[in-house]
Protein backbone atom coordinates (compact mmCIF):
# COMPACT_ATOMS: atom_id res chain seq x y z
CA UNK A 1 0.00 0.00 0.00
CA UNK A 2 0.79 3.51 -1.09
CA UNK A 3 2.26 6.23 2.24
CA UNK A 4 0.90 9.19 1.92
CA UNK A 5 2.71 12.14 3.36
CA UNK A 6 -0.58 14.37 3.52
CA UNK A 7 -2.36 12.06 5.41
CA UNK A 8 -0.83 9.53 7.58
CA UNK A 9 -2.61 6.66 8.86
CA UNK A 10 -3.41 5.72 12.42
CA UNK A 11 -1.51 2.44 11.39
CA UNK A 12 1.36 2.01 9.38
CA UNK A 13 4.91 0.76 8.80
CA UNK A 14 8.41 2.17 8.33
CA UNK A 15 10.63 -0.21 6.81
CA UNK A 16 14.04 -0.95 4.64
CA UNK A 17 15.82 1.22 7.95
CA UNK A 18 18.28 0.50 10.02
CA UNK A 19 17.59 1.02 13.56
CA UNK A 20 20.14 3.05 16.43
CA UNK A 21 19.25 1.89 19.58
CA UNK A 22 20.83 1.07 23.03
CA UNK A 23 24.03 3.10 21.95
CA UNK A 24 24.33 0.50 18.82
CA UNK A 25 23.44 0.84 15.30
CA UNK A 26 21.74 -2.85 13.50
CA UNK A 27 23.71 -4.29 10.76
CA UNK A 28 20.93 -5.81 9.02
CA UNK A 29 17.52 -3.65 8.44
CA UNK A 30 14.41 -3.69 9.95
CA UNK A 31 11.14 -2.27 10.83
CA UNK A 32 9.10 0.15 12.89
CA UNK A 33 5.08 -0.39 13.67
CA UNK A 34 3.20 2.43 14.79
CA UNK A 35 -0.18 2.20 15.94
CA UNK A 36 -2.31 5.00 17.04
CA UNK A 37 0.78 6.59 18.25
CA UNK A 38 2.88 4.25 20.04
CA UNK A 39 5.30 1.44 18.82
CA UNK A 40 3.50 -1.72 18.30
CA UNK A 41 6.38 -3.71 17.27
CA UNK A 42 10.19 -2.93 16.22
CA UNK A 43 13.07 -4.98 14.75
CA UNK A 44 15.55 -6.41 12.18
CA UNK A 45 14.21 -8.41 9.53
CA UNK A 46 10.66 -8.37 7.75
CA UNK A 47 7.69 -6.83 9.33
CA UNK A 48 5.58 -8.91 11.58
CA UNK A 49 2.10 -7.43 10.01
CA UNK A 50 0.94 -7.04 6.54
CA UNK A 51 -1.64 -5.21 4.33
CA UNK A 52 -0.39 -1.84 5.97
CA UNK A 53 0.51 1.13 4.89
CA UNK A 54 4.58 1.46 4.35
CA UNK A 55 6.76 4.16 4.31
CA UNK A 56 9.83 2.54 2.34
CA UNK A 57 13.07 4.66 3.93
CA UNK A 58 15.67 2.48 2.19
CA UNK A 59 19.13 3.49 2.98
CA UNK A 60 18.04 5.81 6.67
CA UNK A 61 18.79 5.23 9.96
CA UNK A 62 15.59 5.34 12.19
CA UNK A 63 16.57 6.83 15.68
CA UNK A 64 14.72 7.45 18.79
CA UNK A 65 13.95 11.71 18.94
CA UNK A 66 16.78 13.36 20.11
CA UNK A 67 16.26 15.12 23.34
CA UNK A 68 18.22 18.23 23.84
CA UNK A 69 18.37 19.21 28.00
CA UNK A 70 19.53 23.33 26.86
CA UNK A 71 17.36 25.05 25.15
CA UNK A 72 16.27 29.29 25.07
CA UNK A 73 12.83 30.05 23.65
CA UNK A 74 12.89 33.42 24.91
CA UNK A 75 9.10 33.82 25.29
CA UNK A 76 7.78 35.37 27.47
CA UNK A 77 9.39 38.61 26.73
CA UNK A 78 11.93 38.77 24.12
CA UNK A 79 9.35 36.97 20.97
CA UNK A 80 11.35 39.02 18.32
CA UNK A 81 14.32 36.31 18.78
CA UNK A 82 11.97 33.19 19.44
CA UNK A 83 8.49 31.63 20.92
CA UNK A 84 7.91 28.09 22.02
CA UNK A 85 6.10 28.05 18.76
CA UNK A 86 8.96 29.23 16.44
CA UNK A 87 11.42 27.00 18.90
CA UNK A 88 9.46 23.88 18.68
CA UNK A 89 9.52 23.71 15.18
CA UNK A 90 13.47 24.65 14.46
CA UNK A 91 13.41 21.68 17.02
CA UNK A 92 11.26 19.07 14.74
CA UNK A 93 14.03 20.36 11.83
CA UNK A 94 16.39 19.56 13.74
CA UNK A 95 15.09 16.26 14.67
CA UNK A 96 14.13 16.64 18.36
CA UNK A 97 11.15 15.98 19.86
CA UNK A 98 11.53 16.80 23.43
CA UNK A 99 13.62 19.57 24.81
CA UNK A 100 14.20 21.83 27.89
CA UNK A 101 14.08 25.03 28.07
CA UNK A 102 15.64 27.82 30.47
CA UNK A 103 14.03 30.36 32.35
CA UNK A 104 15.89 33.43 32.12
CA UNK A 105 13.12 34.90 30.27
CA UNK A 106 11.37 38.27 30.94
CA UNK A 107 9.29 37.76 33.72
CA UNK A 108 11.75 34.66 34.79
CA UNK A 109 10.45 31.36 34.91
CA UNK A 110 10.41 31.20 39.08
CA UNK A 111 6.98 30.62 39.97
CA UNK A 112 4.50 27.55 39.07
CA UNK A 113 2.45 30.04 36.89
CA UNK A 114 5.34 30.73 34.54
CA UNK A 115 6.05 27.22 34.04
CA UNK A 116 2.68 26.19 33.39
CA UNK A 117 2.61 28.93 30.31
CA UNK A 118 5.47 27.61 29.30
CA UNK A 119 3.60 24.05 28.82
CA UNK A 120 0.31 25.52 27.62
CA UNK A 121 2.37 27.54 24.94
CA UNK A 122 4.17 24.05 23.51
CA UNK A 123 0.37 22.10 23.40
CA UNK A 124 -0.38 25.06 21.33
CA UNK A 125 2.32 24.66 18.77
CA UNK A 126 2.45 20.69 19.14
CA UNK A 127 5.52 20.36 17.68
CA UNK A 128 7.88 19.44 20.14
CA UNK A 129 7.57 17.96 23.82
CA UNK A 130 9.01 21.49 25.66
CA UNK A 131 10.04 20.55 29.47
CA UNK A 132 10.40 23.96 31.10
CA UNK A 133 13.16 24.45 34.18
CA UNK A 134 12.08 26.65 37.23
CA UNK A 135 14.67 29.06 38.31
CA UNK A 136 16.72 28.64 41.12
CA UNK A 137 16.34 31.87 42.98
CA UNK A 138 13.58 34.46 42.91
CA UNK A 139 13.77 36.58 39.67
CA UNK A 140 16.86 35.12 39.55
CA UNK A 141 18.42 37.49 41.30
CA UNK A 142 20.39 34.80 42.83
CA UNK A 143 19.15 36.11 46.60
CA UNK A 144 16.40 34.15 47.75
CA UNK A 145 15.30 30.96 46.53
CA UNK A 146 12.42 30.09 44.40
CA UNK A 147 9.29 27.98 45.25
CA UNK A 148 10.50 25.10 43.93
CA UNK A 149 7.86 22.31 44.77
CA UNK A 150 5.07 24.45 43.62
CA UNK A 151 6.87 24.56 39.86
CA UNK A 152 7.40 20.39 40.03
CA UNK A 153 3.88 20.27 40.63
CA UNK A 154 3.72 22.62 37.60
CA UNK A 155 5.72 20.62 35.22
CA UNK A 156 9.00 22.01 35.96
CA UNK A 157 11.67 18.83 35.14
CA UNK A 158 15.11 20.55 37.01
CA UNK A 159 16.52 24.11 38.00
CA UNK A 160 18.82 26.54 37.26
CA UNK A 161 19.53 30.20 36.86
CA UNK A 162 21.30 29.23 33.69
CA UNK A 163 22.43 32.56 31.99
CA UNK A 164 23.74 33.23 35.13
CA UNK A 165 25.55 31.50 37.63
CA UNK A 166 24.98 31.00 41.42
CA UNK A 167 27.19 33.06 43.19
CA UNK A 168 26.06 32.62 46.74
CA UNK A 169 27.83 28.73 47.84
CA UNK A 170 25.56 28.48 50.71
CA UNK A 171 22.32 29.46 48.30
CA UNK A 172 23.50 26.64 45.85
CA UNK A 173 23.84 24.18 48.68
CA UNK A 174 20.13 24.72 50.11
CA UNK A 175 19.10 24.16 46.24
CA UNK A 176 20.83 21.08 45.80
CA UNK A 177 19.39 19.94 49.27
CA UNK A 178 16.17 20.76 48.37
CA UNK A 179 16.36 19.28 45.00
CA UNK A 180 17.51 16.24 46.32
CA UNK A 181 14.23 15.87 48.39
CA UNK A 182 12.33 16.65 45.40
CA UNK A 183 14.32 14.45 42.72
CA UNK A 184 15.70 16.59 40.48
CA UNK A 185 19.04 17.77 39.85
CA UNK A 186 20.22 21.36 39.78
CA UNK A 187 21.83 22.79 36.78
CA UNK A 188 25.40 24.76 36.69
CA UNK A 189 25.90 27.50 34.77
CA UNK A 190 29.77 27.42 36.02
CA UNK A 191 31.14 30.61 36.11
CA UNK A 192 33.09 33.14 38.55
CA UNK A 193 32.21 36.19 37.38
CA UNK A 194 34.79 37.93 39.22
CA UNK A 195 37.64 35.98 37.38
CA UNK A 196 35.19 36.20 33.78
CA UNK A 197 33.72 39.41 34.11
CA UNK A 198 33.92 42.27 31.30
CA UNK A 199 35.17 39.15 28.92
CA UNK A 200 33.91 38.83 25.53
CA UNK A 201 36.20 35.73 24.46
CA UNK A 202 37.84 33.28 25.58
CA UNK A 203 41.59 35.00 27.13
CA UNK A 204 43.99 33.95 25.34
CA UNK A 205 46.35 34.41 21.83
CA UNK A 206 43.49 35.61 20.27
CA UNK A 207 42.04 37.53 22.57
CA UNK A 208 45.61 39.57 22.92
CA UNK A 209 45.70 39.71 19.34
CA UNK A 210 42.00 41.41 18.60
CA UNK A 211 42.50 43.25 21.60
CA UNK A 212 39.17 42.40 23.26
CA UNK A 213 38.92 41.54 26.64
CA UNK A 214 39.51 37.78 27.58
CA UNK A 215 37.35 35.11 30.17
CA UNK A 216 40.09 33.01 31.34
CA UNK A 217 39.51 28.90 31.80
CA UNK A 218 40.04 29.32 35.14
CA UNK A 219 36.55 31.15 35.73
CA UNK A 220 34.94 28.11 34.30
CA UNK A 221 36.87 25.52 36.40
CA UNK A 222 36.77 27.08 39.71
CA UNK A 223 32.93 27.46 39.48
CA UNK A 224 32.77 23.55 38.56
CA UNK A 225 34.90 22.53 41.14
CA UNK A 226 32.96 24.59 43.65
CA UNK A 227 29.28 23.31 42.30
CA UNK A 228 30.85 19.82 42.66
CA UNK A 229 32.24 19.61 46.00
CA UNK A 230 28.51 21.31 47.12
CA UNK A 231 27.35 18.05 45.52
CA UNK A 232 29.66 15.71 47.35
CA UNK A 233 28.20 17.67 50.46
CA UNK A 234 24.95 17.37 50.07
CA UNK A 235 24.57 14.62 47.60
CA UNK A 236 22.39 15.98 45.64
CA UNK A 237 22.43 15.62 41.97
CA UNK A 238 24.44 18.53 40.10
CA UNK A 239 24.48 18.98 36.32
CA UNK A 240 27.11 20.86 34.59
CA UNK A 241 25.91 23.40 31.55
CA UNK A 242 27.99 23.62 28.33
CA UNK A 243 31.27 22.44 29.44
CA UNK A 244 33.86 23.77 27.32
CA UNK A 245 37.11 23.57 29.05
CA UNK A 246 39.69 20.67 30.08
CA UNK A 247 40.03 21.74 33.61
CA UNK A 248 36.20 21.38 33.84
CA UNK A 249 36.16 17.65 32.14
CA UNK A 250 38.87 16.62 34.29
CA UNK A 251 37.08 17.70 37.24
CA UNK A 252 33.96 15.95 36.16
CA UNK A 253 36.18 12.75 35.43
CA UNK A 254 37.53 12.64 38.74
CA UNK A 255 33.71 13.35 40.97
CA UNK A 256 32.39 10.67 38.91
CA UNK A 257 35.11 8.13 40.15
CA UNK A 258 34.87 9.47 43.57
CA UNK A 259 31.24 8.40 42.92
CA UNK A 260 29.51 12.29 43.34
CA UNK A 261 26.12 12.47 41.54
CA UNK A 262 27.19 14.79 38.92
CA UNK A 263 26.03 14.72 35.11
CA UNK A 264 27.41 17.19 32.09
CA UNK A 265 26.58 18.19 28.94
CA UNK A 266 28.76 19.67 25.92
CA UNK A 267 27.23 21.70 23.06
CA UNK A 268 28.23 21.59 19.34
CA UNK A 269 30.58 24.22 19.16
CA UNK A 270 32.54 23.54 21.85
CA UNK A 271 33.51 20.24 19.75
CA UNK A 272 34.19 21.56 17.13
CA UNK A 273 35.32 25.05 16.73
CA UNK A 274 38.12 26.78 18.72
CA UNK A 275 38.46 30.32 19.51
CA UNK A 276 40.25 31.27 16.44
CA UNK A 277 36.91 31.61 14.34
CA UNK A 278 37.09 35.23 16.51
CA UNK A 279 39.78 36.31 14.32
CA UNK A 280 37.13 38.33 11.90
CA UNK A 281 35.26 40.44 14.96
CA UNK A 282 32.26 38.16 13.75
CA UNK A 283 29.24 37.67 16.87
CA UNK A 284 28.18 34.76 15.58
CA UNK A 285 31.08 33.03 17.25
CA UNK A 286 30.54 35.24 20.75
CA UNK A 287 28.85 32.85 23.15
CA UNK A 288 29.11 32.19 26.85
CA UNK A 289 31.47 30.26 27.83
CA UNK A 290 33.16 31.03 24.72
CA UNK A 291 34.99 29.16 22.41
CA UNK A 292 38.29 27.99 23.69
CA UNK A 293 41.59 26.29 22.67
CA UNK A 294 42.24 23.34 20.38
CA UNK A 295 43.30 21.60 23.43
CA UNK A 296 39.45 22.47 25.63
CA UNK A 297 37.97 21.19 22.14
CA UNK A 298 39.84 17.57 21.91
CA UNK A 299 39.04 17.30 26.17
CA UNK A 300 35.41 18.17 25.20
CA UNK A 301 34.97 15.87 22.02
CA UNK A 302 36.84 12.72 24.34
CA UNK A 303 34.81 13.90 27.31
CA UNK A 304 31.78 12.35 25.71
CA UNK A 305 33.40 9.73 23.95
CA UNK A 306 34.24 8.56 27.10
CA UNK A 307 30.92 9.14 28.85
CA UNK A 308 32.63 11.91 31.62
CA UNK A 309 30.35 14.25 29.62
CA UNK A 310 26.45 12.66 29.34
CA UNK A 311 24.81 14.40 26.32
CA UNK A 312 24.89 16.89 23.82
CA UNK A 313 22.99 19.98 24.34
CA UNK A 314 22.46 22.87 21.92
CA UNK A 315 21.91 25.58 23.93
CA UNK A 316 20.14 26.76 21.24
CA UNK A 317 20.05 30.96 21.76
CA UNK A 318 18.61 32.75 20.11
CA UNK A 319 19.15 36.65 19.10
CA UNK A 320 17.94 39.77 16.22
CA UNK A 321 20.06 39.93 13.28
CA UNK A 322 20.39 43.41 14.37
CA UNK A 323 21.85 42.79 17.67
CA UNK A 324 24.16 40.39 16.46
CA UNK A 325 25.62 42.95 13.42
CA UNK A 326 26.44 44.98 16.85
CA UNK A 327 30.61 44.85 17.47
CA UNK A 328 31.57 42.11 19.03
CA UNK A 329 32.05 43.39 22.20
CA UNK A 330 28.81 44.59 22.25
CA UNK A 331 26.76 42.10 20.87
CA UNK A 332 25.04 39.35 22.91
CA UNK A 333 26.55 35.97 23.95
CA UNK A 334 24.91 33.00 22.15
CA UNK A 335 24.60 31.00 18.86
CA UNK A 336 21.52 28.88 17.52
CA UNK A 337 21.98 25.29 17.43
CA UNK A 338 18.80 22.91 17.27
CA UNK A 339 18.81 22.55 13.43
CA UNK A 340 22.71 21.71 12.95
CA UNK A 341 23.55 19.74 15.99
CA UNK A 342 22.81 16.15 14.18
CA UNK A 343 25.39 17.67 11.30
CA UNK A 344 27.77 19.00 13.57
CA UNK A 345 27.96 15.88 15.50
CA UNK A 346 28.22 13.52 12.37
CA UNK A 347 30.76 15.88 11.20
CA UNK A 348 33.20 16.63 13.98
CA UNK A 349 32.48 13.18 15.97
CA UNK A 350 31.59 10.12 13.70
CA UNK A 351 33.16 11.38 10.60
CA UNK A 352 36.46 11.87 12.19
CA UNK A 353 36.35 8.96 14.31
CA UNK A 354 35.80 9.97 17.69
CA UNK A 355 32.92 7.89 17.99
CA UNK A 356 30.54 5.44 15.96
CA UNK A 357 27.03 6.77 14.78
CA UNK A 358 25.24 4.80 17.27
CA UNK A 359 27.33 6.16 20.44
CA UNK A 360 26.26 9.63 19.06
CA UNK A 361 22.61 8.93 18.85
CA UNK A 362 22.84 7.66 22.23
CA UNK A 363 24.41 10.69 23.41
CA UNK A 364 21.61 12.88 22.03
CA UNK A 365 18.36 10.07 22.78
CA UNK A 366 18.59 8.02 25.71
CA UNK A 367 21.60 10.02 27.82
CA UNK A 368 20.15 13.40 27.96
CA UNK A 369 16.68 11.51 28.74
CA UNK A 370 18.44 9.60 31.90
CA UNK A 371 20.01 12.63 32.89
CA UNK A 372 16.61 14.15 33.84
CA UNK A 373 14.83 10.81 34.72
CA UNK A 374 13.17 11.21 31.34
CA UNK A 375 10.83 8.32 29.82
CA UNK A 376 11.99 9.67 26.69
CA UNK A 377 14.80 8.33 23.77
CA UNK A 378 14.52 5.27 23.64
CA UNK A 379 12.64 2.57 21.04
CA UNK A 380 10.33 0.54 22.80
CA UNK A 381 7.23 -1.26 22.76
CA UNK A 382 4.63 0.19 24.01
CA UNK A 383 6.52 3.66 24.15
CA UNK A 384 5.00 6.87 22.61
CA UNK A 385 6.25 7.00 18.54
CA UNK A 386 9.18 9.44 18.94
CA UNK A 387 11.31 8.70 16.26
CA UNK A 388 13.45 10.31 13.18
CA UNK A 389 14.70 9.08 9.94
CA UNK A 390 18.58 10.60 9.36
CA UNK A 391 20.43 10.29 6.16
CA UNK A 392 24.50 10.37 7.66
CA UNK A 393 25.77 10.83 4.87
CA UNK A 394 23.73 13.40 3.16
CA UNK A 395 26.65 16.19 2.76
CA UNK A 396 24.32 19.96 2.53
CA UNK A 397 25.73 23.75 3.09
CA UNK A 398 24.07 25.62 5.68
CA UNK A 399 21.64 28.52 4.83
CA UNK A 400 19.91 30.89 6.23
CA UNK A 401 16.97 29.70 4.18
CA UNK A 402 17.34 26.12 5.24
CA UNK A 403 16.44 27.71 9.15
CA UNK A 404 12.79 27.38 10.89
CA UNK A 405 14.13 29.41 13.99
CA UNK A 406 12.57 33.02 14.11
CA UNK A 407 16.72 34.10 14.60
CA UNK A 408 19.26 33.22 11.86
CA UNK A 409 22.49 32.88 14.73
CA UNK A 410 24.59 30.34 13.46
CA UNK A 411 28.05 29.65 14.10
CA UNK A 412 27.81 27.33 10.94
CA UNK A 413 26.16 29.78 7.93
CA UNK A 414 28.08 28.67 4.99
CA UNK A 415 29.92 25.24 6.00
CA UNK A 416 29.33 22.20 4.84
CA UNK A 417 28.20 19.39 7.06
CA UNK A 418 27.57 15.55 6.76
CA UNK A 419 24.56 14.07 7.72
CA UNK A 420 21.12 15.33 7.75
CA UNK A 421 17.49 14.92 9.87
CA UNK A 422 15.13 13.49 6.86
CA UNK A 423 11.68 13.60 9.10
CA UNK A 424 10.76 13.77 12.34
CA UNK A 425 7.76 11.90 14.30
CA UNK A 426 6.00 12.87 17.71
CA UNK A 427 3.63 10.38 18.84
CA UNK A 428 3.55 8.93 15.76
CA UNK A 429 2.44 12.04 14.15
CA UNK A 430 5.20 13.84 11.20
CA UNK A 431 6.20 17.41 12.87
CA UNK A 432 8.82 17.53 10.01
CA UNK A 433 9.82 16.45 6.49
CA UNK A 434 12.93 17.28 4.35
CA UNK A 435 11.47 18.13 1.02
CA UNK A 436 13.35 15.10 -0.72
CA UNK A 437 11.78 12.71 -3.46
CA UNK A 438 13.14 9.89 -2.35
CA UNK A 439 11.14 10.07 0.57
CA UNK A 440 7.23 9.01 -0.41
Known sequence: MEWSWQRIPAEYLVTGVKLARGGKLAARKGFLHVKKGRIEAIGVGKPTAEGLPAL????????????????????????????????????AAGGYTAVVTMPNTDPAIDNAGMVRYVIDRAKEAGLCRVLPTGAISVGREGESMAEMGAMIEAGAVAFTDDGSPVASGKLMANALKYAKMLGVPIMSHAEDLSITGGGCMHAGYWSTRLGL???????????????????????????????????????????????????????????????????????????????REPDDVTAVADGLADGTLDCIATDHAPHTATEKELQFDQSPFGVIGLETAFAVGNTFLVEAGKMDLGQLVQCMTERPADVLGLPLGRLDEGAEADFVLLDPKRQWTVATEHLRSRSRNSSFLGETLCGRVMATFLRGRLTWREEDPSLG
Open 213 to 291: TGMPRAGEDAATFRDIELARATGGHLHVCHVSTKGAVDAIRRAKIDGVLVTAEATPHHFSLDHSCCREYSPLFKMSPPL
Open 56 to 91: DAEGLVLAPGFVDTHVHFREPGQEEKETVATGSRAA
